[in-house]
């Protein structure tokens, strides 16, 4: 078998340069892969570096941003009520309430139903800070109820929606 022929020993040569061929395209075939998965790699990661630094819109046209800059903003009429004193409903009735407050309503402008409504207001307000306990509203969760109370009692005496929020700028309980 050492003697082979010239023929043999030609497609044998043959045989060889086409694997050696062959390898050499998997090899040039999986650096392509590479570098192209690198390259998307590098894109994706831009694009997302863009949308999160806010060069990229963040789903919002800029018709939408526009509406958002043109809305007025939404703080209507503000209306200072004089200061409150009274009795909380303890046991011992030794407990006070001071408590200033304003309202808010949804309008810019303070509707003319109030200040003629105004004595009626401050006695349904006074009613309800007499009724209250003072473990009810020492906590900031007892205060947003009677927030809420406040709220619902006025628009119901206004027999509309008019109050949106009541702040207190002064609550002490003595």
């Known amino acids: 078998m050492a003697d082979e022929t010239p023929a043999a020993e030609g497609e044998a040569k ?3 340069a086409e694997e050696a061929k062959s390898e050499a395209a998997g090899k040039g075939k999986g650096k392509l ?3 192209i998965v ?3 790699v590098l894109l994706a990661g831009g694009a997302g570096a863009a949308w999160f630094l806010g060069f990229l819109g963040h789903g919002k046209s800029a018709e939408a941003k526009q509406e958002v800059k043109d809305a007025p903003p939404t703080v209507g009429a503000l209306l200072a009520l004089d ?3 009274a009795n909380l409903a303890d046991e011992d009735g030794k407990r006070y309430l001071k408590a200033t407050l304003q309202l808010e309503f949804f309008e810019a402008k303070v509707p003319e139903e109030v200040n003629q409504r105004m004595p009626q207001i401050r006695d349904l307000l006074l009613t309800l800070f007499t009724s209250k306990l003072f473990t009810e509203i020492r906590t900031p969760s007892g205060k947003a109820v009677l927030r809420d109370e406040i709220i619902n009692r006025l628009n ?3 027999n509309k929606d008019v109050v949106k929020a009541v702040y207190f700028t002064e609550f002490i309980v003595q």
């Open 14 to 16: 043959a045989a060889g």
């Open 33 to 35: 892969l590479v570098i």
């Open 38 to 40: 690198g390259v998307v």
């Open 83 to 85: 200061p409150f004193v």
């Open 156 to 158: 119901k005496v206004m």
